[in-house]
């Protein structure tokens, strides 16, 4: 009897070498939502549930991208924030539906701890632009009377009393810079909630929510470098729950000429405080638990400019990776030790200047 | 106790032989990371057929250790996966020798040790590797391509050892004096 | 437990060898249908149109294509393992202005011409999930 031993052990240990070593495959999947293409990503719980977690997610994405559209009303599905703005372009004063509530609350705070930097009360700067919608997309600046008569509204925190809001006829809230990292947010904690167990990375067009990790490491990630195609700034290991957004003036833009007839990169990120494309960085980096508050940091810090330390200490942000405009890279302490610069092509590592927060 | 000191020196001579053969694979350029024929290997195979488990973990023990000094490894990489393979393959050994001996109608011959052994190296090494210097997924895919070859090096140092013991078996060689001390 | 002196001839292969092979041919034969992708496989583009999986093709095969989208058509060219938009009928350009994507989590889109291109395979190349930007 003894002698069966043996070879069931070998045989054993063959079949646990086989099922050890055969990695579970993620599941993932895309799809053009939040106004643009979100990869989703997800692992931990076997091939059939991760794809039919993937699919709920999937119509919970759709649905929380219709609620929180600025403009489309959709005859289906509940355009609860087209039909808001809808309401207060005629003047009425609306109480804000109880399912957008949570990120109303959100977005106030962090436009009283932005100081105005993040504000989705610039829903009007927005539209006159032509950012807002890819078909009125611009091809030239609007004149700056135009400019100061749209930034001439209150912020959106005094404009939020109570869950009320009161209208005007140029109003418009403007979720651009929360809305993504929200709702990314709510789609990652519904299905941790289901499914504790779960790993997961969300790709909302380059800003990323992580959960748990893969079998053997964390989710690592690579930040694109804001001036140079194809080629990474740093990479970075992402922590359990947590988000990166980066805001960049090099995608969303077009380029004309001033009222100076100077050329000019017109990017998407507006400075609510003089209502043109904000200047002072290439792009922005910032890593938070809270997707919408990394979301709304990442856009508040980018139009900061120089000052953007002090921002970040006020918004309770510490993890930031920036590059100036004129390419210089700055980090804070936390980022310095967890993200790992890539070297330029020939080889040396990038000086990066670590800026301590207030 | 002439019997023991006639043994240690035959481990010695042993760990030597096998020493230098495996500085020899070493020096040999390996067209795939990993994957060397394993020659040495056929020393702690005779050693076992010929003088037992205990042996032949002594003299795989002395190979990693002089070998990875005198190549100038010792506790670099190279070293931790080398040994990590040797004791892997040495326990495996033991196993089956434990379980099915030598001369039973069941025992394996040097066929099935040389699999055993080539198998168990593999094994620990690529997961020693995975756990401390490539902890990526795809390393284990390499996993079949390694064990291939572990499989047909395996029938090589199989056939060597028993090419090399029908040898000294003619040779009636003397060496043979602690027969049953085990 | 040593061979005694009469048995010392040893035969090289006995049933149990045979049994051993066996089973290690059988489990290289499970490890490679479970585990192996030849190395090198070249990654593979993904494009969809409408979020409906339209074609792939090989970024190992230089070309351009055009795809058509909801909007008009859109111009794509693979070249040394990258890919980008030539043209597209879209006003913002974006897709146009983000240049050649060439790693696996690298997404490319244009959002107005409802066209995705997702990048796939060999993780191993540069071992990162996703690309922030």
Redesign the interface.
Known sequence: M??V???A???V??VW??FF???EKPAQM???AM???V?M?VLGLGGQTNYQVLQNAMLQLRELETVWHPDRIKPEGQALLAELNRRLQQGETVTVPQPLQQGFADAASYTGTSNGLFDPAIGGLVKLWGFHS????P?APPADADIQQALATPHFDDLLQNHALTGRADMRVDFGAFAKGFVLKEVAAAIVAEYPQASL?L?G????VAVGQ????P??????HPRE??R?LA??ALKDGEA???S?D?????DSVDAQGQAQHFHHILDPRSGWPAKGSQ?L?VLHADGGLADAASTALFVAGDDWPAVAASMGITAVLRVTADGQIEWTAEMAERAELTPNSDGVKPQAVVRALP | MTAMRLKDQQIAGFAALAVVIHILEASVPSPLPGVKPGLANVVTLVVLFRHGWIAAAWVAGLRVLVGSLLLGSFMTPTFMLSASGAIASVIALGGVYRALGLQHAWSPGPLGYALVAAWAHMAAQLFVAWLLFIPHDGLWRLAPVLLTASTVFAVVSGWATWKLLSWLAERGSADRVDEGAC | MVLSRKRWFVRFLKWPDLVMAATAVMALGVLYVSLWQPAGQAAELQVLVDNEPLLSAPLSHNQTFSVEGTLGTSELEIRDGKVRFVSSPCRNQVCVHHGWASHSGELLACLPNRIALVLEGEAAVNDIDAVNF
């Not at chain 1, 893969?214 to 490491?217: K, L, N, T």
């Open positions: 003894k002698k031993i043996m070879p052990l070998l045989a240990f063959l070498l086989m070593s055969n990695r895309q799809t053009l106004g643009t293409l990869d990503t890819d078909e009125q997309f091809s990375l790709n067009g380059g800003d990323l893969r079998p053997s490491r989710w690592r990630i690579a930040v694109r195609q194809g990474y990479t970075i990166a957004f980066t960049g090099y995608e969303r833009f077009f792009s980096t």
